[in-house]
Nanobody
Framework: QVQLVESGGGSVQAGGSLRLSCATS????????VAWFRQAPGKEREGVAA????????YYADSVKGRFTISQDNAKNTVYLQMNSLKPEDTAMYYC??????????????????WGQGTQVTVSS
């Protein structure tokens, strides 16, 4: 059974930092694309960053480049999202998603088979 469990969300002031974690299990981690998405109220789900576990290849949305970093701990099958210089517009529910293939079209939610339950990030001005 595939499981993705997010943690690390919370409330911070603008300019602050948070680190999200996505603990994964139940599939072949080394051949998976794992991504972080976010969804704010009334908006579509947006791809934030992705990593192809086998090669540690990383991908970012333009809106977070230079501020967010996606990384992994292969021994723990866990993916992290380090978020620095947070802005109020980063406020959203953040979801971890995974699929057992390359990160082609990584920003498309429909390309992912597995999802976590989400963790809330709130950035105040």
């Amino acid at each position: 059974q595939v499981q993705l469990v997010e943690s690390g969300g919370g409330s911070v002031q603008a300019g602050g930092s948070l680190r999200l974690s996505c603990a994964t299990s139940g599939y072949t981690y080394s051949s998976a694309c794992v991504a972080w998405f976010r969804q704010a109220p009334g908006k579509e789900r947006e791809g934030v960053a992705a990593i192809y576990a086998g090669l540690s290849s990383t991908y970012y949305a333009d809106s977070v480049k230079g501020r967010f970093t996606i990384s992994q701990d292969n021994a723990k099958n866990t993916v992290y999202l380090q978020m620095n210089s947070l802005k109020p517009e980063d406020t959203a529910m953040y979801y971890c998603a995974a699929r057992s293939r390359w990160c082609l079209a990584w920003t498309m939610p429909r390309e992912y088979n597995y999802w976590g339950q989400g963790t809330q990030v709130t950035v105040s001005s």
